[in-house]
């Protein structure tokens, strides 16, 4: 069953700008959907359309099973989580958990049982007391969440609540994030413009770029198959090679490489490969001589050639070293190819 179904969306401002280009996009009960992309692609325009704090200008928006294009944002039974918290200073985090619950007029027994509950789900009982100066980054954003979980919405709306966090601090919360939404079942809609955190949180990844989607799917599929060359570089880290070859007869040509594919395509196109594919061989066809190397500490990004067009690696290259020279394989079914004109996959 829908939650959310966007269709044929569209934001134009009054200077013309155009925002989001007929987006369609539907939300099961229960999922969470990440939207991801560059700045500027569209992705918190989107997310503000959803709430209503932004009109639509062309399409419809329904949710839980009404349109909600007309409908003002406190009627429309969302829950927003912000990048910046934005946390009442001079209210204790009991009073941030209860202040809109108090608004909609909610018996007081009612209230100090969601507050309770929530406090219990996010593990923050002991700060109840606390005013938000005198919790952690963490902290605020937990109370941030509960102050969404009181609510019991339709649908969750986290814009990059993340990003103010240290790189340590993200990962913990995140995986908090994925474990509450699931216990709570409720839908979400998580924007982001990392990579790393829409493959690792999403049911599905919705790619954007300059306000169209690229790609919907799960992130397996999108990282396996991406549609399209820009998909193919903005996920994954490092991105996925991409090379222009001429394709003739099951051999892509680069440069004076000959480079197996399966596909009966020919002509120009796109060849892609994800680096971790590429396999290490002193039997392989292809020699490289290796231009720099990257530690990540588990392993290393190891940059070269491949037919004069630049080429990573990240499999096992440990004593690897600028000047070295290795022999790599290129499996056929592990390459992509992609319209060298449009982008889109072939």
Known sequence: MKTLDIRNVVKRYPNGTLAVKGVNVAVEEGELVVFVGPSGCGKSTLLRMIAGLEDVTEGEIELAGRVVNDIEPAERNIAMVFQNYALYPHMTVRGNLSYGLRNRGLPKDEIARKVAEAARILQIEEYLDRKPRQLSGGQRQRVAMGRAIVRDPAIFLFDEPLSNLDAKLRNQMRLELKQLQRRLRTAAIYVTHDQVEAMTLADRIVVLNAGEVEQIGTPEEVYESP??????????????????????????????????VASRHAGPAILGIRPERVQIDPEGAHEMEVEAVEELGATRLVHARLGNQPFTITQDAREARPGDRFRVTIPPGEVSLFDRGTGRRI
């Open 227 to 260: 549609a399209s060359t820009f998909v193919a570089g903005f996920i994954g880290a490092p991105p996925m090679n991409l090379l222009e070859v001429v394709v003739e007869g099951g051999v892509a040509l680069v440069g004076g490489e000959r480079v197996a």
